[in-house]
């Protein structure tokens, strides 16, 4: 169960995009479309801002987007603002037979 | 709304064994697949274990294979998690969360401390 790739820290200006990249295997990021984005805010518990690599739960800006190319799944901020300062973290289903992988976080600085 | 509360954590001493519950509400509890994740202090997310809807299936990581064990009551809409064997690298807040190949609801989490 080894875990996925994760830059450890990204920043951006207000307004800017930022990209986080999530990078796996064919066993797991490859293998399947069920690559999920949390948002952790200190002290807070994680929340879900993208699943099944683009969608969008109810309620989370559009400025969030998801995408996945080969084993790399990616997470786009876009128009940046204060409030997306926090810890970002990918987690891919890896089959039926075994828990999922997280990948290491990022932690995401609004300069 | 989805509500998932856990409770039991406390401070424990190595070698021991502790039991945590998530009390579910606000959605088909016997219709989910349930997991526990945890935090170590300052560190990532970790996937513990999963228990299938009906408790038919159940998986763990290979840091708590056959010291924890994952179960739920689904007639009292709650989710268990029996800790044995506890060591120092336990120490995290565990969550409770909703769902299989899609988690899309956390508890608030409850901290576990192992330490004599």
């Known amino acids: 169960q080894s875990g996925l790739t994760q830059p450890p820290s990204a920043s951006g200006s207000p307004g800017q995009s930022v990209t986080i990249s999530c990078t796996g295997t064919s066993s797991d990021v490859g293998g399947y479309n069920y690559v999920s984005w949390y948002q952790q805010h200190p002290g807070r518990a994680p929340k879900l801002i993208i699943s099944?690599?683009?969608k969008r739960p109810s309620g989370v800006p559009d400025r969030f987007s998801g995408s996945k190319s080969g084993n790399t799944a990616s997470l786009t901020v876009s128009g940046l603002q204060a409030e997306d300062e926090a810890d970002y973290y990918c987690?891919?289903?890896?089959?039926?037979?075994?828990?999922?992988?997280f990948g290491g976080g990022t932690k995401l600085t609004v300069l | 709304q989805v509500q998932l509360v856990e409770s039991g954590g406390g401070v424990v001493q190595p070698g021991r064994s502790l039991r945590l519950s998530c009390a579910a509400s606000?959605?088909?509890?016997?219709?989910?697949?349930m997991h526990w994740a945890r935090q170590a202090p300052g560190k990532g997310l970790e996937w513990v274990a999963v228990i299938w809807h009906d408790g038919g299936n159940k998986y763990y990581g290979d840091s708590v294979q056959g010291r924890f064990t994952i179960s739920r009551d689904n007639s009292k809409n709650t989710l268990f998690l029996q800790m044995n064997s506890l060591r120092a690298e336990d120490t995290a807040v565990y969550y409770c969360?909703?769902?299989?190949?899609?988690?899309?609801?956390w508890g608030q989490g409850t901290l576990v401390t192992v330490s004599s």
């Open positions: 099944e690599v683009s």
């Open positions: 969360a909703k769902g299989w190949r899609v988690v899309d609801s």
């Open positions: 987690s891919s289903h890896a089959g039926n037979h075994t828990l999922g992988v």
């Open positions: 606000g959605f088909t509890f016997s219709d989910y697949a």
